[in-house]
């Protein structure tokens, strides 16, 4: 008798154990990108299909013409908003940041700075406790100088280890550094 109670107990913990393990919380995720290159938006892009999340798109209250992100003389409205961190109002801010934990940051290097509407989306998102990585796309500049300012703009976040890319945009290498830092080893949902 005593041994059909341990089988039976064995068997409803496996099961217990199994039931748990298929009831776990799964990852809402959310790539959020400054639309200033197609280099900028495509790899955004690729982040997407690559961790399943959700394209967000930040829009400047203000559009930037196309001068003025080509970074050229003509583009001075950039050059004095990093100069000044001059504050760049969002025109869609992000209002369901709560159901996401892991949030991707996609952007270009201006001036050796994260651009100014980067910082303010950082810095009045509530991000506390969230995953937030970073991600710089620029041929020449490194992510290294931008990382200060958007940790110190959300110092309770969760701050991952970011990445430069390219803009030589190279999707089978943004993707694999994506599936490697997140643990994908099958194609998401968004793929198949």
């Known amino acids: 008798m005593s041994k059909r109670i341990i089988a039976v107990i064995a068997v409803l913990a496996i099961a217990l154990s199994v039931f748990?393990?298929?009831?776990?919380?799964?990852?809402k995720?959310?790539?959020?990108y400054l639309n200033s290159s197609s280099s900028v938006s495509e790899t955004a892009n690729v982040i997407s299909k690559s961790n399943g999340g959700d394209l967000y798109e930040l829009t400047p209250a203000k559009?930037?013409?196309d001068d003025e992100l080509t970074l050229s003389d003509k583009g001075q409205r950039v050059k004095t908003e990093q100069e000044k961190n001059t504050k760049?109002?969002?025109?869609?801010?992000?209002?369901?940041?709560k159901k996401y934990d892991k949030v991707y940051v996609v952007y270009p290097v201006w001036y050796e700075k994260a651009p100014r509407i980067i910082v303010e989306f950082v810095k009045t998102t509530a991000l506390e406790g969230k995953s937030v990585t970073p991600i710089a796309v620029s041929n020449i500049s490194d992510i290294t100088p931008t990382l200060d300012e958007l940790k110190k703009a959300a110092p309770k976040a969760k701050w991952v280890t970011g990445v430069r890319f390219s803009e030589s945009l190279d999707p089978i290498s943004i993707d694999a550094w994506v599936r490697n830092s997140?643990?994908?080893?099958?194609k998401t949902t968004k793929e198949k």
């Open 20 to 27: 748990a393990a298929g009831c776990k919380k799964k990852t």
């Open 29 to 32: 995720t959310v790539v959020v």
């Open 63 to 65: 559009k930037y013409s």
């Open 88 to 97: 760049v109002e969002i025109k869609n801010p992000l209002k369901d940041i």
């Open 182 to 186: 997140e643990g994908i080893t099958q």
